[in-house]
């Protein structure tokens, strides 16, 4: 199941799933889609590794972008965690 993360200005719709595991790892996959006439450009990633397991109409300039994104949010939930730790 995937849950509402942020819609961007161009309608690209972010969303995450759940913490997965797999392989002994914690992964979270993040999925963008944005809708266009005949149905959705799609694109899906995983952190913390960064690797992109589904492009579909997304420009490179795009998927730059959405890269930037991924690592701010990264950096956001380490951040939070270590804060937790300390409190």
């Known amino acids: 199941m995937m849950y509402p993360y ?3 200005p161009n309608d690209t719709l972010v969303t995450h799933s759940h ?3 797999q392989q002994g790892e914690k992964i979270v996959e993040i999925h963008f889609k944005r809708p266009i ?4 450009d799609s694109a899906r990633s995983t952190l913390p590794s ?3 397991i589904m492009r579909d109409g997304f420009t490179d300039i795009e998927i730059k972008s959405f890269m930037q994104f991924l690592k701010v949010i990264l950096i956001s939930c380490f951040t939070m965690q ?3 730790v300390i409190v």
């Open 82 to 84: 270590r804060m937790e």
């Open 6 to 8: 942020t819609t961007f």
């Open 19 to 21: 913490i997965l595991g």
């Open 37 to 40: 006439q005949n149905g959705f």
């Open 50 to 52: 960064y690797i992109w």
